[in-house]
């Protein structure tokens, strides 16, 4: 049980990420410092670098998705912190006093300007106490050398997490309607709804380290992942159709309408000469100028026949994909589960579910 006390608390974290988080930060620091002797020049009238920009790396380069680790975050937070340091100190000369009084009224700015970052806490006191070199620099410690610092680790950081192919700043990913009508899309008129989050954050009354946007993400995946435990047993091959029809993929235009028309479906696999699956087309894409299929066909959505049939929800709810092709180790085609499947699948699930009525007395 004890040790229970030495196990991260951060959701999510793995080694690989951890080890990127060394060497961005490893990278981050050393060019910051490099950088800022370059721009300040060397002595001990102004120091390189700060030390809450090494606390400002820990959460650029090891939690991106934070709230609190984005650019205006750390940029803002710690050159306004600094500024109301070194405020403070100009006025009030009791240590004690001064330091409670620079971290409580930092907090307040960082709040009000929307750039709440915990090494702001860190610039205040280091602007309260950072001895002659701070003393020296008065009012210009803020911009030179934290605004500095801040800006360049920003600067490193966006580098750093584009290269490692991370997405920084942190934007959650919209869930966006693709029929361009002002409906929600359809995962969001399911389930929770957005003023749900808004009331069980309420009623929590805590603040939480996660963008609004990620954490209802985070609740729909879980909200999946349940299902897919609960009807773990339902394959895709217990529900796909196995008569599938489809179009070589030098087969023109017209014939590929023909079959959709013909047989009343929305969705045609293309195959290769070796009866491979090589994409998919639909009327969307037969509107297009074109010789043959190969021209205009998109990529399918694929899954294999022992894939939990539930799993294909996201897939055939994202406004674009009406059929998931069920092919084999060699991409050859074992069937199709189209959205129609799917709810037919949904309605025997929710029958199966329900307990059997009592027979009236």
Not at 217 to 243: G, W, Y
């Amino acid at each position: 049980m004890a040790f229970r006390l030495f196990v991260p608390i951060l959701a999510g974290a793995t080694l690989r990420e951890r080890l990127i988080a060394c060497i961005g930060a490893t990278i981050g620091i050393a060019l910051t410092g490099a950088i800022a002797g370059l721009v300040l020049g060397s002595g001990p009238h102004v120091p390189l670098l700060v030390a809450p920009v090494g606390a400002s790396a820990v959460l650029l380069f090891a939690v991106p998705a934070s709230p609190l680790a984005q650019p205006w975050s750390i940029i803002g937070g710690n050159t306004i912190s600094a500024l109301v340091g070194v405020i403070v100190a100009h006025f009030v000369h009791e240590p004690a006093l001064a330091t409670g009084m620079a971290v409580a009224l930092a907090i307040a700015a960082m709040s009000f300007a929307r750039c709440l970052h915990p090494p702001g806490g860190a610039a205040a006191l280091t602007a309260v106490l950072g001895g002659p070199a701070v003393i020296s620099a008065g009012f210009l410690f803020p911009f030179v050398p934290v605004a500095l610092n801040s800006i360049m680790l920003v600067a490193l950081g966006y580098g750093f997490h584009r290269l490692s192919r991370r997405t920084y700043p942190h934007r959650p990913a919209p869930a966006a309607n693709t029929h361009g009508t002002a409906d929600p899309p359809a995962v969001q008129r399911v389930g929770f709804r957005p003023e749900d989050i808004d009331a069980a954050l309420g009623a929590l009354d805590e603040t939480f380290d996660i963008d609004r946007g990620d954490l209802e993400r985070l609740l729909r995946q879980v909200e999946l992942q349940a299902m897919l435990r609960s009807h773990r047993t339902l394959l895709c091959e217990d529900i796909m159709s196995r008569d599938v029809v489809s179009v070589p993929e030098h087969a023109s235009a017209d014939q590929a309408r023909q079959q959709l028309l013909s047989h009343n479906i929305r969705t045609l696999p293309v195959i290769d000469a070796e009866a491979r699956l090589v994409g998919a087309v639909g009327l969307r894409e037969l509107t297009q100028a074109s010789d043959t299929v190969k021209d205009v066909m998109s990529n399918a959505g694929t899954a294999s026949a022992d894939t939990p049939a539930m799993s294909l929800l996201p897939a055939l709810t994202d406004g674009r994909s009406h059929a998931v092709v069920i092919v084999d180790s060699e991409r050859r085609i074992l069937g199709l589960i189209t959205q129609t499947d799917m709810l037919a699948a949904a309605a025997r699930v929710q029958a199966a579910a329900k307990p059997p009525v009592e027979a009236a007395a």
